[in-house]
């Protein structure tokens, strides 16, 4: 079969190797869509500390099974699936807690775990063990339910920044994520939802697709000034710095009303991890400060479900689809910003 494997930074290279063979406890589904990330992208240009080349890469997945472990229950050949990508333990004290997102023992696939740009994929034991392989819902595409993982990281964030009914969201960054955080705080009965990015070009794009209240360009507009005139110079209720920016992420705590919530779901770079933060804005106006890290299994199986019922669409969201040998192309679109989501179709 064919896969892309990673060996080095900026080496990544389309192979073909023996198909995989599951084991009892495991299911092999045929790869139908696998969608690209800009974690990927960095992948491909950095390596990951948790991966071992070569290494498969991809870990938005969906697909049909094709084979079952004889220990493997309630799983047939043709079901249609959708595979999480944070795996995790199922034991540690936060686990334990209902917050395996961020659990202690945390694998993925596509890391430790063989990924999803290839044609086929064993689902491992540890992913059927915490009840990550998850039904694609009928009427959902497999191109959709591969944007269920990133979603499902959206859907954990905006829950931890307690988007609600009636409120005011800024979301920062008009990548596929920022789009899918104006699709999921809308669907939370959020009154008012601002796109903003630094690039007109990609503003436009996202803002076409998931049509927010209000756009600012950040390029060219004082974002701070523009947010308080929206909102008759209260500030936003909610901030999301869906962008690998620490100056967005110190912007934040200049948009936000008074109790206010600020999200930082885009880590930053290793080397440039540290912000300054004015300790009296989250003091005086009693600011609420918040990480976002990933998604459970839950989180996903709620994305497919979001997705489903139409309370959050996603295919117009997916601008460019590929063939598996078209992989590094696919990143080259994901780079210079031309797409919103760049799926893979092995």
């Given amino acids: 079969m064919k896969v892309a494997r990673f060996y080095a930074p900026g080496d990544v290279r389309l192979e073909e190797v023996p198909e995989p063979v599951p084991g009892p406890d495991e299911v092999k589904i045929r790869v139908r869509n696998c969608s690209t990330c800009g974690t990927d992208l960095k992948i491909y240009r950095n390596g990951h500390p948790n991966m071992t080349p070569p290494a498969i890469m991809g870990h938005e997945i969906a697909g049909e099974v094709v084979e079952v472990g004889t220990e493997v229950s309630g799983w047939s050949p043709g079901d249609r699936v959708q595979v999480i990508a944070a795996v995790p333990c199922g034991e540690c004290r936060q686990c334990l807690r209902d917050r395996r997102e961020i659990c202690e023992n945390q694998t993925s696939v596509g890391y430790q775990y063989a990924g999803g740009f290839a044609e086929y994929l064993v689902v491992p034991r540890e992913v059927l063990k915490v009840g990550g392989l998850n039904r694609i819902p009928d009427g959902v ?58 690039s007109p070009a990609r503003l436009k794009l996202s803002a076409d697709r998931v049509a927010p209240d209000a756009v600012i360009d950040a390029s060219s ?38 109790g206010g919530r600020i999200s930082f779901f885009g880590g930053l770079p290793k080397d440039r991890p540290t912000i300054t933060v004015d300790s009296n804005l989250v003091h005086y106006r009693e600011l609420t400060l918040v990480g976002a890290n990933g998604s459970s299994p839950e989180d996903n199986r709620t ?23 078209r992989l590094l192309e696919g990143f080259d679109i994901v ?8 799926t893979i179709e092995p």
């Fill in 221 to 258: 507009q004082d974002v701070v000034e523009e947010v308080l005139a929206l909102t008759g110079g209260q500030g936003a209720d909610v901030v999301i710095t869906a962008a690998a920016s620490g100056a967005a992420q110190e912007q934040a705590l200049r948009l936000a009303a008074r």
């Fill in 303 to 325: 994305a497919l479900r979001l997705i489903a019922s139409g309370e959050v669409p996603v295919a117009d969201l997916i601008t460019h689809r590929l063939p598996l040998d």
């Fill in 335 to 342: 780079a210079d910003g031309t797409a919103i989501k760049v």
């Fill in 141 to 198: 595409g497999f191109d959709e339910a591969s944007v269920a993982e990133p979603l499902a990281c959206v859907i954990n964030g905006q829950r931890l920044a307690g988007v609600g009914e009636g409120d005011v969201v800024v979301v920062i960054g008009a990548g596929p994520i920022g789009c899918l955080h104006v699709r999921v705080a809308r669907a939370a009965g959020a009154a008012t939802v601002v796109l903003v990015d630094l």
